[in-house]
């Protein structure tokens, strides 16, 4: 399956626009901006993110930290969690340990809703304790499995690379960034790759 494709699913069959904070109408079931950083194994940059499928093997893991939002009525501020993917045939979701019971319990709900893509290759989902560290054009964060230390790739003058525009909710305001180091161990794969692309970006939507 091209990775576009398989994007394509990751988010319900809902209609999905952008949106704003705090403009959930009553006929919507969910709201959320959040911010995503990730790390595969495509050149730079990953031609699926300007809506370009590859045939190639795509393996990586993608960041996701909800800034804000609803889920039939539920907060989804401060839900944290890590998707340790094979595009197209499996995923492996973490979970930040430290969010609260409600927190779980909203994740629980909204993650086959918002990422029915991610769930429904899910092999696995568990509570693991989590690092992310920004700073000085670096961006890391690890999860027992995986891990991805990944910089900026510098502009013309040496300033950071932004796209807008791209064909996908999830990709507002992309920065390209590369792998320093990027790995993942588990029962379904293991890998490490340094100078492959990597992202950060906002994810906007509503449904």
Not at 68 to 84: K, N, Q, Y
Request: with cysteine.
């Amino acid at each position: 399956m091209k990775r576009r494709a398989f994007t394509g699913g990751l988010l319900t069959g809902m209609a999905l626009t952008s949106v704003t904070p705090l403009s959930l109408g009553a006929s919507e079931r969910f709201s959320m901006i959040a911010d995503l950083a990730e790390c595969c194994s495509c050149e730079i940059p990953c031609p699926c993110n300007f809506g370009l499928p590859t045939e190639l093997r795509c393996d990586g893991n993608r960041l996701i930290e909800i800034r804000s939002g609803h889920f039939e009525g539920a907060d989804l501020t401060g839900i944290r969690f890590l998707v340790t993917f094979l595009m197209g045939n499996w995923t492996r979701i973490h979970i930040d340990e430290a969010m609260t019971p409600a927190q779980q319990e909203t994740f629980d709900k909204m993650f086959p809703v918002i990422f029915a893509g991610f769930d429904r290759l899910a092999r696995s989902k568990h509570r693991v304790p989590f690092t992310v560290e920004r700073g000085d054009g670096a961006l890391r964060f690890s999860v027992p499995e995986s891990s991805v230390d990944m910089a900026l790739l510098p502009g013309l003058s040496g300033e950071r690379i932004e796209v807008n525009g791209l064909p996908n909710p999830a990709y507002h305001e992309y920065v390209q960034y590369r792998a320093v180091d990027h790995r993942h161990s588990s029962a379904d794969a293991t890998w490490e790759y340094v100078g492959t692309n990597g992202f950060t970006s906002v994810m906007r939507v509503s449904g």
